[in-house]
C-alpha cells in the first residue's frame, strides 16, 4: 500500500487538545490494571531475591515452606522448566540472561531471582516467601564505580559505535584560544513507574496467554516463545492498560516465573513485583563518569569536541548508557571525538531509561557549554548558535528539520532572556541566591515498520486495531485523531484498539518512536478504507476492514539525522545558608514534529522537564559497597521530585513538521527530559558562581562546593 498523502494533509481533531478516551475509564476504576484483572482458580507467586550479590546457592530449603498454609509449589534452579536463551532478541539484541529465572546456581548480582514461591493467595505466598531459606556460598564481589576501571572498553549499542574520531583532538587543542576540560558524573537513577510490574499467564486450549504491563506486547510474546521454545502464533499477551513504563517494561523475571508457574500448576499465575524487588529486577540507568574537552576560538567557535562517557553494566549483559551520544548530533568541530566505555561489575543489568543516553550525557555537553560560554566571554545562547552544525557531526547526513534556534529565539523571549545579567552570584532575594540557565535538548526520532487493521462496522463507527502501547503517553487518544482525520469522521466514530499481540507486529512504545510509527500505519489503513467505503454500496454486517503494512514505506525513508530539539530554561534560587535549591520557574520550546494533541504532548514534555528537575536536584540510588544492594530501595529511600520541589513550568513548541512522515509526526517521549538538569545546574552557577559537575546538586554538595558570591 502507498501513501500518497504528506505532512501538510487537511486536519480537523489532529492539533486541537482531546481528553483521553480512555480517561473516564481510568478515573472511575473501570480499567483494570495486569495485576487487578480477575481469573478463576488464580494463584499467585511471589519472587525470593538473592541476599549475597555474587556466589552459588548451596540449597533451597523448600521442604518446610511446602508445608504453609496455601503453598502450592516452590520453584527454583533445582526444579524449573529449562528455559532456551540462544536466541536473537528485539531489533538483533541478545536477551538479557537476567530474564532466564532458575536456570543455574550462580547469583550474579544482589537481588537476583532464585525462586518463586506459588500460593493460594498473595498473602500466603508472601510469608512462605520471606520465609524460605536459602544457603549461599558467596564470593568477593566489585560494585564500586569510579572514574578509574583499567578494565574499561569501547562498547557499541542502540546509540551507535562505541568511539567515533575525526580530525587531531590534540592540534586543534593547542591551537585553541579558550580550552576547558572538565569531568562530570552522574549516579545510578531508577524509573518508578507507579504500576509495579505485573503479569498473569495461563494454557487455554494450548495457547499460552499473558496479561502483562509492558510497552509492547509482541516484544514479551516473542521473547517468552523463544525462551519456552514454542510456535510464536501460540503465545499471546495483552497490555491494555500500563501505569507508567519510561523504558523497563519489556521482558523481565516475573513474566518467565509466571509462565513456569502456570505451566508447572496448569493454572492462572500472577507474579507482582514489589517495589523493592523493582530496584534489583526492572533494570535502572547505570551511573556515568564523563570527559568532555572543548576547544574553541577567540569568537566560540568550535575547534575540538572531545566526550567520553563510562558507564557500568553487569557480568551477564552488556547494556551501554551512550551518554556521549548527544556529542555526535549537536556539536560539530575540525577534531571531534565521541566515546561510550563500558564497565563490567557485580551488579544488575541497567536498561533503557527516558532519554538514554541523552538524559546524562545532556548534562555533560550541556554544562560544558555553559563553562565555555563563560570562559569566551559570550551569551551561552549565542555561543550554540555559533555552533549550528550543517550536517550530522558524525554522520555527515542533512538533518530533516533542525529548528534548534528557533526554540532558542522563542525560549529567550518569553523567559526574558534579554535582560538577564551574565555574571553570577549577583542576584538577591532575602536569603536566597537567584540565577537563570540554559541548556539544548535533542532526542533521536524515527519510525519503525508497523501493521494496522481499521474496520468500518455496519453501525457506522470505525474500529482501528493495533498493536500499540499506551504506557500513559496518550498514544491511544491520538491515534484516535489520527484516525478520525484520515477517515473523515468525528473522534466518536473511531474506537481504537491497542496493546495485544493478536493484532500483529508494530513498534513498542520506546525510542520516541511510537506514536509516529504507529500512525503511519494507521493513516495508511484507514485512508484506505475510506476511499472503499466510498465506493461500496453500504457496509455487509461483518463490516469491510483494510489491513496495512509500512515495511517498505519506512525502508524507503531517505537517511537522514532526524532528531526533536528544544531549548530549556530553568531559573532556580539557592540557599547558601541550608544549601538547598529551589527551581523557581522553568520553560522548554520545543521543535518536535507536528503535535497531534497538545493537551497531552504538553504533559509528555512537561512531565520530562519535571524528572529533569528530580535527576538535577533529587535522584540518587547509592550501593553499599559492603553489601553490594542498595540502600533505601524504596520510594522513602530513594528521592523524587514531589508537587513541592515542582515550580511553575511551561512547555510549547515551534512549527516544525517532519517533511517525510505521512502526518508529520516526530516524537516527543524524551526530549523533555534532556538539557535540563543542566540548566538548572547552569543556573546554579549563574546563582551562587560556583560550578556543580556531579549530579544530584544535594544541599551538602552545595555547602561544601566552596566560596558562594
Ligand atoms: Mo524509552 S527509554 O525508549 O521507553
Given at each position: 500500500?502507498?501513501?500518497t498523502t504528506t505532512?501538510?494533509?487537511?486536519a ?14 481510568k ?6 490494571y ?13 519472587l ?8 552459588r546457592?548451596?540449597s ?5 515452606v511446602l ?8 520453584l527454583?534452579?533445582?526444579n524449573?522448566?529449562?528455559v ?22 550462580r ?6 531471582p532464585?525462586?518463586?514461591v506459588?500460593?493460594?493467595t ?19 564481589h ?8 583499567p578494565?574499561a572498553y569501547?562498547a557499541?549499542?542502540?546509540?551507535g559505535?562505541?568511539?567515533t ?6 592540534a ?16 545510578e537513577?531508577?524509573h ?33 516463545a ?11 499477551v ?8 519510561f523504558?523497563?517494561?519489556?521482558v ?15 493454572r492462572?499465575?500472577?507474579?507482582v ?8 529486577l ?25 566526550h567520553d562517557?563510562?558507564s ?15 556529542a ?6 575540525p577534531?571531534?571525538?565521541t566515546?561510550?566505555?563500558?564497565v ?6 541497567p536498561?533503557f ?5 541523552e538524559?546524562?550525557?545532556s ?11 563563560e ?9 550554540r ?11 555527515g ?15 529567550a ?7 538577564r ?34 474496520t468500518?462496522?455496519a ?14 503517553t ?14 473523515q469522521v468525528?473522534?466518536?466514530r473511531?474506537?481504537?484498539r491497542?496493546g ?5 507486529p ?28 466510498a465506493?461500496?454500496d453500504g457496509?455487509?454486517p ?7 503494512d ?10 537522514k ?7 530549556q530554561?530553568a ?24 503535535i ?20 538535577a536536584?533529587?535522584?540518587e ?6 553489601t553490594?544492594?542498595?540502600?533505601g ?18 512547555a ?10 505521512p502526518v508529520g509526526i516526530?516524537?516527543?517521549?524524551e526530549?523533555?527530559?534532556?538539557g535540563?538538569a543542566?540548566a ?27 566560596p558562594?558570591?
Open positions: 500500500m502507498t501513501t505532512g501538510t494533509r487537511p480537523q481533531a489532529v492539533g486541537t487538545a482531546h481528553t483521553r478516551v480512555e480517561g473516564p475509564d478515573v472511575t476504576g473501570a480499567a483494570r495486569a495485576g487487578e484483572i480477575p481469573f478463576t482458580e488464580l494463584a499467585h507467586g511471589w525470593v531475591l538473592s541476599t549475597i550479590t555474587r556466589g546457592i548451596r533451597v530449603e523448600d521442604a518446610a508445608e504453609m498454609p496455601g503453598v502450592l509449589a516452590v527454583h534452579h533445582g524449573a522448566p529449562r532456551d536463551t540462544g536466541y536473537t532478541g528485539m531489533m538483533g539484541m541478545s536477551p538479557d540472561p537476567t530474564i532466564a529465572v532458575f536456570q543455574h546456581d547469583v550474579p548480582h544482589a537481588g537476583w532464585v525462586a518463586l506459588v500460593a493460594e498473595s498473602e500466603q505466598a508472601r510469608e512462605a516467601a520471606e520465609a524460605l531459606v536459602v544457603h549461599y556460598e558467596e564470593e568477593p566489585n560494585v564500586t564505580f569510579s572514574g578509574e576501571h578494565d569501547p557499541p549499542g542502540v546509540g559505535p562505541g568511539v574520531e575525526k580530525g587531531d583532538l590534540a586543534e587543542l593547542a591551537a585553541s584560544a579558550v580550552v576547558l576540560d572538565a569531568e562530570y558524573t552522574t549516579p537513577e531508577h518508578n513507574p507507579m504500576e509495579p510490574h505485573a503479569a498473569t499467564a495461563h494454557w487455554d486450549g494450548g495457547r499460552l496467554e499473558v496479561v502483562d504491563s509492558n510497552q509492547g506486547t509482541l516484544w514479551v510474546a516473542n521473547e517468552l523463544n525462551l519456552f521454545s514454542l510456535d510464536p502464533a501460540s503465545v499471546r495483552r497490555s491494555e492498560h500500563v501505569g507508567g513504563g523504558g523497563n517494561k519489556g523481565r523475571a516475573h513474566q518467565v516465573a509466571a509462565v513456569m508457574a502456570a505451566t508447572v500448576l496448569a492462572p499465575v500472577r507474579v513485583m514489589t517495589r523493592r524487588q523493582m530496584f534489583s526492572a533494570g535502572y540507568r547505570s551511573p556515568t563518569t564523563q570527559r568532555v574537552r572543548l576547544g574553541a576560538d577567540a569568537e566560540g567557535r568550535l575547534r575540538a569536541l572531545e562517557c563510562l557500568l553494566t553487569s557480568t551477564v549483559h552488556e547494556f551501554v548508557e551512550a551518554g556521549a551520544g548527544p555526535r548530533v549537536m556539536y560539530d568541530a577534531a571531534h571525538r566515546a561510550n566505555r563500558l563490567r561489575l557485580d551488579v544488575p543489568s536498561t531509561m527516558r532519554a538514554p543516553g538524559a546524562p550525557g548534562f555533560a555537553l550541556e554544562s560544558a557549554f555553559d563553562e565555555l560560554a570562559k569566551c566571554g559570550i551569551d551561552p545562547i549565542e555561543l548558535l555559533r555552533n549550528e552544525p550543517a550536517a550530522g557531526p558524525v554522520s547526513l542533512p538533518f530533516s528539520t533542525r529548528n534548534l534556534p528557533a526554540c532558542f529565539r522563542e525560549g523571549r518569553r523567559f526574558g532572556w534579554a535582560d545579567d551574565p555574571r553570577p552570584g549577583v542576584r538577591r532575594d532575602g536569603r536566597w541566591l537567584l540565577g537563570t540557565g540554559t541548556a539544548a535538548a535533542s532526542f533521536f526520532v524515527g519510525a519503525m515498520p508497523s501493521t494496522a487493521a481499521a468500518a462496522e453501525d457506522g463507527t470505525f474500529t482501528v486495531r493495533i498493536n500499540a502501547s499506551d504506557i500513559g496518550g498514544a491511544r487518544t491520538a491515534l484516535t485523531l489520527i484516525a478520525a482525520d484520515a477517515l468525528p473522534t466518536d473511531v474506537r481504537v491497542i495485544d499481540s493478536d493484532f500483529g508494530a513498534m513498542i512504545a520506546g525510542g520516541s518512536m511510537g506514536t509516529r510509527s504507529w500512525a503511519w500505519a494507521v493513516t495508511a489503513a484507514a485512508d484506505e478504507l475510506r476511499e472503499r467505503v465506493l461500496s457496509i455487509p461483518e463490516g469491510i476492514t483494510v489491513r496495512s509500512t515495511t517498505d514505506a519506512v525502508g524507503a525513508l531517505a537517511q539525522e532526524r532528531h526533536s530539539f528544544g531549548a530554561f531559573e532556580v534560587a539557592v540557599d547558601v545558608a541550608t544549601g538547598e535549591v529551589r527551581v523557581r520557574r522553568m520553560l522548554g520550546i520545543f521543535a518536535a514534529g507536528r497531534i494533541n497538545p493537551l497531552t504532548a504538553r504533559g509528555q514534555l512537561t512531565g520530562g522537564m519535571i524528572w529533569g528537575i528530580s535527576m536536584l533529587h535522584e540510588a547509592i550501593r553499599d559497597e559492603g553490594g544492594a542498595l540502600y530501595a524504596d520510594l522513602a529511600g530513594y528521592h523524587v521530585a514531589t508537587n513541592a520541589d515542582v515550580p511553575l513550568i511551561e510549547d513548541w515551534v512549527d516544525d513538521p517532519d517533511p517525510d512522515d516526530k516524537g516527543i517521549g526530549v523533555g527530559i534532556v535540563v543542566a538548572i545546574a547552569n543556573a546554579v552557577w549563574h546563582a551562587t558562581g560556583v560550578r556543580h559537575r556531579s549530579l544530584p546538586i544535594r544541599p551538602d554538595r552545595v555547602l561544601t562546593a566552596g558562594h558570591a
